[in-house]
C-alpha cells in the first residue's frame, strides 16, 4: 500500500541525488520527496509542505549532516528569487551535476544504445560569476517607499524580489537597470499594476554587446503613451553614456510573454553590435541571442568540431534566430541555409550575412518542418543539419521530416536535458550518436547545454 505522508510532518531524510530543477530527492519508504536547498549524502531534517501518493515537496528544517560539496551562497536574495537554483553547491560539483542530470534523462528514455554513449566531462566557465548579457526584470511600485523597484518574482508566486546587485549578471546590464529605475521613480513614469490591470510600464530589458560594450534599454509598456519619456532619455543618456539604443516595445495583453509584437524606436541606435568568433551580428530588441557569450564562443566551437565540416558541404541551421550558429560555420561550408519563424530574426541574419560578405548564405522565414520537406522537393539536399531548438525540443513534424530524409550529420545543440533524450528515441534508430558534449552556460542554475554528434547508420 502507498505510503501517505501528512502536511507539517517532520522526517529526518538522506538525500540521494539532484533532481532536474536542481533539489534534492530523497525516498520514504519508496515515495520520492523533493527538498529544494539541499544536496546529495546530507541528512537533513525536513517539514512536508506538499503530500500525494505519487510524491511529496518538503521543506529544509536543518541540515544534521553536511554535503562536503556545501558552500556558502554570496548572493543575499538567493533563498527568494528564483533565478538561480546551485548557489549553495561547489561549482567543481555543479559540472559533476550537470552531466549526471544528462545521463538520468538517458536513463529515463532509453534512446537505442543509450548505455555505450560517450558522455563527456561538462566544459565549466573559469569564472562562473557575472556572466549574464542580458537582464530582464519586472517592475512594480513600492507603495510604502514609493520608489520603483525592477527585480524577479519569487519561483512559484509572483511575489517581486528587487534586486540591485544579480551576481549572475553583467555589472553593465545591473548599472544601466538601476539607473533606469531611480529615474521612472524620479519622472513619476506609472508602472503597471497587475491585480489592479492599471498603469503602463511592464518591464525593463537591458542587454549588453559583451565584445563592444553597446547597451540596449528597451521599455516594455501596455500603452504607446509615455509620459515624460523624453526626460528621462536625457538623463539617462548623461548618465549611462553607455547606451545606444532605446528602445520601446508595446504589451497590451494580459499574459506572461514579456514581448508584445510591436517595437517602437525611441533613440539612438536600433540594434546594438556583438562579435561571437570573429563573426559580428546586430541585435534588435526581439532578437534571440544566448545570454552567455563566453561559453557560446565554446558552444559554437564544439558545434563546429562535431560537424568537421570540408568546403564541398551544404548545412541546414534550423532554429536559426539571427544566423549565430550558421554564420559561424559559412566560412567552412559550401552553402548554409537558415530558417526561423520571427521575421525580425531573419532580416537581421540577412543583414549580418550581408556585412560579412557572405554569398553562399540563404534565410527563409517559416518553420523548419514546412521549409526542409520544400527544399527537399527542389533538390537541395544538406550533407548536414545542425538543430538548436527551443526547451520543448524538436517539433514532431520536423522530426518526421530529419527521420524520411536523413542528412549524412546531424549536430543537435539542446538546451534541455529531458526533450533531448526523448528525441534521440526516434533520432537513434537512424543515427549512430558518436558523443555528448556537456557545456555549462548557466553557471548556479540547474539548466544546461549538450552538443550531440550523430551520424548516419
Known amino acids: 500500500m502507498a505510503v501517505q505522508l501528512k502536511l507539517n510532518q517532520s522526517l529526518t531524510l538522506k538525500i540521494k541525488r539532484l533532481g532536474i530543477n536542481g533539489e534534492g530527492i530523497a525516498y520514504y519508504k519508496r515515495l520520492i520527496i523533493f527538498v529544494k536547498g539541499t544536496l546529495p549524502k546530507e541528512t537533513v531534517i525536513v517539514k512536508i509542505t506538499k503530500a500525494t501518493p505519487r510524491y511529496a515537496e518538503a521543506q529544509l528544517i536543518q541540515i544534521k549532516e553536511a554535503s562536503p560539496d556545501r558552500v556558502i551562497p554570496p548572493c543575499p536574495v538567493y533563498d527568494q528569487c528564483g533565478g538561480c537554483q546551485l548557489q549553495h553547491l561547489a561549482y567543481k560539483q555543479q559540472l559533476v551535476f550537470k552531466k549526471d542530470l544528462l545521463k538520468q534523462a538517458l536513463e529515463k528514455y532509453q534512446p537505442a544504445g543509450y548505455q555505450q554513449y560517450e558522455l563527456r566531462k561538462t566544459i565549466g566557465m573559469e569564472e562562473p560569476w557575472h556572466y549574464r548579457n542580458k537582464a530582464q526584470f519586472q517592475l512594480r ?3 510604502k517607499t514609493q520608489k520603483v523597484e525592477a527585480g524577479l518574482y519569487q ?3 509572483h511575489q517581486l524580489v528587487p534586486i540591485v546587485d544579480c551576481l549572475v549578471q553583467e555589472p553593465a546590464t545591473q548599472k544601466v537597470m538601476n539607473t533606469a529605475t531611480q529615474l521612472l ?13 492599471s498603469g503602463i510600464l511592464r518591464t525593463l530589458m537591458v542587454r549588453v554587446g559583451i ?24 538623463e539617462l543618456n548623461q548618465r549611462c553614456p553607455e547606451v545606444v539604443s532605446i528602445m520601446q516595445n508595446i504589451q497590451d ?20 553590435d556583438e562579435k561571437i568568433n570573429e ?15 563566453k561559453q557560446t564562443k565554446v558552444l559554437y566551437q564544439e558545434a563546429l568540431d562535431a560537424l568537421a565540416l570540408k568546403q564541398d558541404k551544404t548545412v541546414v541551421d534550423a532554429y536559426c534566430g539571427v544566423g549565430t550558429i550558421g554564420l559561424s560555420l559559412a566560412k567552412q561550408a559550401k552553402e548554409v541555409r537558415g530558417m526561423d519563424v ?41 550533407d548536414a543539419i545542425v538543430v538548436d531548438p527551443p526547451r520543448t525540443g524538436l517539433d514532431d513534424k520536423l522530426l518526421q521530416a530529419i527521420v524520411k530524409q536523413p542528412s549524412q550529420q546531424l549536430v543537435y545543440i539542446s538546451c534541455n536535458v529531458s526533450t533531448l533524450a526523448r528525441d534521440l528515441k526516434p533520432l537513434s534508430k537512424i543515427y549512430n550518436v558518436e558523443y555528448l558534449q556537456s557545456v555549462d552556460m548557466f553557471p548556479q542554475t540547474a539548466r544546461c547545454e549538450v552538443v550531440v554528434k550523430m551520424t548516419k547508420k
Not at 521613480?185 to 490591470?197: G, H, L, Q, V
Not at 528597451?218 to 526626460?231: D, F, M
Not at 541585435?283 to 557569450?293: D, G, I
Open 279 to 293: 563573426v559580428s551580428f546586430e541585435l534588435s530588441a526581439r532578437a534571440f541571442f544566448q545570454l552567455n557569450p
Open 342 to 382: 520571427i521575421p525580425q530574426a531573419i532580416d537581421d541574419a540577412k543583414k549580418n550575412a550581408e556585412q560579412m560578405g557572405l554569398t553562399n548564405t540563404h534565410y527563409e522565414v517559416g518553420s523548419a518542418e514546412e521549409l526542409l520537406p520544400k527544399w527537399f522537393a527542389e533538390g537541395f539536399t544538406p
Open 155 to 157: 519561483s512559484e508566486s
Open 211 to 234: 565584445e563592444t560594450g553597446e547597451v540596449q534599454l528597451v521599455l516594455i509598456s501596455r500603452t504607446k503613451k509615455l509620459p515624460q519619456i523624453n526626460a528621462f532619455i536625457r
Open 185 to 197: 521613480t524620479k519622472y513619476a513614469i506609472p508602472i503597471y499594476d497587475e491585480r489592479k490591470n
Open 253 to 272: 495583453k494580459k499574459t506572461s510573454i514579456v514581448m508584445g509584437d510591436e517595437t517602437i524606436h525611441l533613440w539612438g541606435k536600433e540594434t546594438i
Open 141 to 143: 511600485e513600492n507603495l
